[in-house]
């Protein structure tokens, strides 16, 4: 397996998991605003932010931990 | 008694609402390490396009395959792209000397014709 294969899977999970996590984010800030913040715009940043501030911290965990395989576990 | 309930009713029932939006993003891996988001991705990418076309069969909207185009297939590869493009452009900067002689060449002969 080609490292730099390797660092291109790495990039391309990276980016996945951010557009996820910033989509959970704001749709999370969505439902928060209308349910309890009386629809202000303030939760869905929060939560957009969330999301990416966790994004990052994912891929900086995965480029810092070049000897982990992702593998499935078969039950 | 019942007024005096009625608040902390409605407290549970948003507090209800809310628990459970927090539990299916965690249930569907949306908030869990990035193997498990990437594959979230492509879960969706996977069953949103038929699940739209199910749903405008269901509403009743025939649509004729030439007035609306296909799904389009969410097929990217960041890291692919980027190779391609910097590959692309280290080709184009090899042979930019070579070119950049040719098109002297060219452009001199022409002038040469023209000033004939």
């Known amino acids: 397996m080609a490292s730099e294969g390797d660092l291109g899977r790495k990039w391309d999970r990276c980016v996945a998991d951010s557009a996820v996590k910033l989509g959970a984010g704001f749709g999370l800030g969505i439902v928060f605003s209308v349910i309890f913040f009386k629809r202000k715009t303030w939760p869905i940043a929060f939560g957009s932010g969330m999301g990416l501030g966790m994004a990052y911290s994912n891929c900086q965990h995965d ?13 | 008694m019942a007024v005096r309930l009625l608040p902390a009713v409605k407290f549970l029932i948003k507090g209800g609402l809310a628990g459970a939006a927090v539990y299916v993003a965690y249930d569907q891996g949306l908030l869990g ?6 594959e979230a991705l492509r879960k969706a990418q996977e069953t949103l396009p038929p699940a739209i076309q199910q749903w405008t069969n269901y509403l009743g909207w025939e649509v004729r395959a030439a ?50």
């Not at chain 1, 480029?63 to 078969?74: A, D, I, M």
């Not at chain 2, 390490?33 to 990437?38: K, L, P, R, V, Y």
Request: glycine share 8%.
């Open chain 2, 67 to 116: 007035q609306l185009p296909s799904t389009p297939k969410f097929d990217f590869s960041l890291s692919t792209s980027w190779n391609k493009g910097v590959h692309t452009v280290m080709s184009a900067l090899s042979v930019a000397p070579t070119r950049a002689c040719e098109y002297t060449v060219e452009g001199w002969k022409y002038v040469k014709d023209l000033v004939k």
């Open chain 1, 63 to 75: 480029f810092q931990s070049p000897y982990l395989l992702h593998g499935k576990f078969v039950k």
């Open chain 2, 33 to 38: 390490s990035g193997t498990e988001g990437a």
